[in-house]
């Protein structure tokens, strides 16, 4: 009987070591898994953990017993209700309570775990013990700490959010194939207008969607990817189901794994936008050389330092007379071909705006490179401070026309300066008589004075005080004569080149005035000037502005010189700071057949005139930056304006 006592004792110690040994198996497991058990006494509320449960929960393994309302306080508050109000529905419909919450830890930290609780009571976990009504009246569960996971679940999905949203803001999709399926993303579903519910579509279903002009360039891209198992980079137009075009970017890769072809994996983006802009710059482009074409003006970019060429238009290159279907032309054949006498010139030039990192304008002839023809050229280059030393945007502009024309036109002022002097020399005969009673008067004034100075020295003793202002009187009747015969060499001077200073118009008026007075008188024809105290300067030509009035007066005296009358001269400030001066007469007026032609060259209503007074006059009016026009009166007579910009910092 001792025998048998001491075999079950034995017995009863290898049990209980096997017993103790797979109890710490299992809370090793459980603490390695985060998963606890527990069991709920609802007659008592007793509430046991295992030691990783306590854990999960934050607390100290059997650190103090539990109770439903130790149990719930340490579930998060937003989850309680919620959480026991679904377990009890389940119990008492028979179902398992399944059930993920959120716990706070007494450290404030919110974990998420997974609970199961038991709907039977047996030895087995999960279920529950129940009393003669069927009621349970014990419970049995697991719980898991899920939080890692939970958290790398929510990482993916918005990885997963921020790839979509990414797709859908770049209108791009992708997809992967192993050469017998295909996978597409939600997105590309979305540029080719397809339903991702009817799944991927067969190549021939894909192929009715793209543009019929670009369906066999598709299929054959197609045909090699999967025979050839090689990538593809194609551009087509799709037809979406509304009947919007849109242009779709098609690339894919080969996918190789140890060496082992595996597949593709691609993209296809909506590049419409980007391929109507395209268009848009080649048209811009063809538009732009056009232009430049036409007004022989090419662009270039380049680095003068290193000798680069970063951008040439097709109109540069033609203009020096190189082909564009050639090879690149090199930077240095652009500087062969200036003309020798230049070259230094242009390199000067060039050094200084490099050196100082300013802008640059220079002109230059080149020898064009096809048929040697020579060109001038003038060249615009700005630097950028900011970029680096010798990079110059600019154009070049073919000016031989205009240098030409610069020419031609040196040639006409020549001309019209040849004109104006005859103008001036047909003018001093008209006034011969007059001018010569003007300089007689101050003449015959010198001989008296003289003859009476000689008798106030014969006088014994000489009255030298008489004599003296006998003397001052030949010596201001001297100087009068001296200044008319000035002012009229310095009018009908030839050769004298134009000199713009800032002039006092109304000095002008009454020198032209004064100059006038005899032969105004001859013809009964009375001078009056009306101009405004104000009268601003002009910046002008002094001899060529007497010239004007003196056309333009002389004009106006011999329209009154059958029956006299009144000549007008009046001035005032226009807007836009333009001096207006007129000069009216009381004469026949302007015939009604010559209103438009009397600015005319060798237009003439004169017997004897050349028919280039009026024409000088416009055009040293133009050229000084104003016009010239001519009016009826409403009585007799004609006026005759002209205007030219004011010198508003210089006032008469």
């Known amino acids: 009987m001792a025998m048998a006592d001491e075999h079950v004792q034995k017995a009863l110690e290898e049990l209980s070591r096997n017993l103790q040994e797979s109890k710490t198996r299992l809370e090793e497991a459980q603490r390695v898994a985060h998963v606890g058990h527990w ?21 100290s393994p059997q650190e103090r017993p539990m109770d439903l309302a130790t149990v719930q306080s340490l579930v998060h508050p937003e989850d309680r209700e919620v959480l026991y109000g679904g377990v009890d529905e389940d119990l008492v419909a028979g179902i398992r309570p399944d059930a993920e919450f959120r716990i706070v830890r007494p ?49 993916l999905q918005l990885t997963q959010a921020h790839f979509r949203e990414g797709q859908r803001l770049a209108r791009m999709g992708s997809w992967t194939s192993d050469g017998t399926k295909c996978q597409w993303s939600d997105e590309l579903f979305q540029i080719y207008g397809l339903d991702p519910k009817k799944g991927v579509p067969s190549t021939e279903e894909f192929l009715t969607i793209i543009h019929a002009q670009d369906q066999s360039s598709m299929a054959e891209a197609i045909r090699l990817m999967l025979e050839e198992e090689r990538g593809c980079d194609v551009t087509t137009r799709v037809m979406r189901p509304e009947g919007k075009m849109r242009y779709v970017r098609c690339v894919g890769m080969r996918v190789v794994e140890q060496g082992v072809f595996k597949g593709f994996l691609g993209t296809g983006m909506d590049v419409t936008e980007q391929e109507l802009l395209t268009q848009e710059l080649r048209r811009e482009r063809a ?35 190189f082909e564009l279907s050639g090879p690149q032309v090199p930077f240095e054949d652009f500087f062969a071909t200036i003309q020798p006498e230049d070259l230094q010139g242009v390199k000067d030039a060039l050094e200084k705006a490099i050196r100082t ?59 019209e300066g040849e004109l104006a002097h005859i103008n001036r020399l047909n003018m001093m005969g008209e006034l011969a008589a007059a001018l010569a009673h ?32 006998a003397a001052a009187r030949i010596e201001q009747d001297g100087n009068r004569a001296a200044e008319v015969i000035n002012r ?142 001519a009016t009826p009166n409403l009585g007799p007579g004609a006026t005759f304006c002209f205007s030219l910009p004011a010198k508003a910092e210089a006032r008469a």
Not at 40 to 55: F, G, H, Q
Not at 114 to 138: C, M, N, Q
Not at 605 to 624: P, W
Request: aromatic residues 8%; glycine residues 8%.
């Open 488 to 629: 009229l060499r310095s009018f009908y001077k030839k050769g004298s080149p134009p000199k713009r200073e800032v002039v006092d118009i109304k000095e002008i008026i009454r020198e032209m005035s004064d100059l006038f007075r005899t032969e105004a008188i001859r013809y009964s024809v009375r001078i009056r000037s009306e101009l405004q105290e104000d009268t601003p300067n002009v910046l002008a030509d002094r001899v060529q502005l007497q010239q004007v009035f003196m056309n333009l007066m002389l004009n106006a005296i011999e329209a009154m010189r059958d029956g006299g009358g009144e000549l007008r001269i009046a001035s005032r400030t226009a807007p836009e700071n333009q001096l207006t001066i007129s000069i009216s007469d009381t004469g026949v007026g302007i015939p009604t057949e010559s209103a438009e032609q009397i600015f005319d060259a060798f237009h003439t209503t004169k017997t004897q005139g050349t028919g280039m007074g009026l024409a000088i006059t416009r055009s040293i009016v133009e050229a000084h930056g104003g016009r010239v026009w």
């Open 107 to 155: 450290n404030g930290e919110v974990r998420t775990v997974h609970a199961l609780t038991s709907k039977r009571w047996s030895f087995v976990p999960g279920d529950a013990k129940r009393d003669a009504t069927g009621r349970p009246y014990k419970l049995f569960g697991t719980v898991q700490d899920i939080t890692d996971r939970k958290r790398a679940e929510e990482t």
């Open 357 to 415: 990192r300013t802008d640059y304008d220079i002109e230059y002839r080149i020898c064009r490179a096809d048929n040697g023809n020579i060109r001038f050229f003038r060249s615009l280059g700005h630097h950028n401070p900011a970029g680096e030393i010798g990079d110059y945007v600019g154009t070049t502009i073919d000016i031989t026309e205009r240098k030409r024309a610069e020419q031609e036109h040196e040639k006409l002022r020549r001309l």
């Open 39 to 59: 069991e709920w006494d609802l007659a008592t509320d007793v509430i046991v953990w295992s030691d990783e449960t306590y854990r999960i929960f934050g607390l």
């Open 438 to 469: 003007e300089i007689k008067q101050p003449i015959a004034a010198a001989i008296t004075s003289a003859s009476a100075c000689v008798r106030w020295l014969e006088r014994n003793p000489p009255d030298l005080a008489r004599a003296r202002a």
């Open 287 to 321: 538009y732009l050389n056009e232009a430049q074409g036409l007004a022989h003006i090419g662009s270039f970019a380049c680095n003068f330092v290193t000798g680069q060429n970063f951008h040439l238009s097709d109109e540069t290159i033609r203009m020096h007379g």
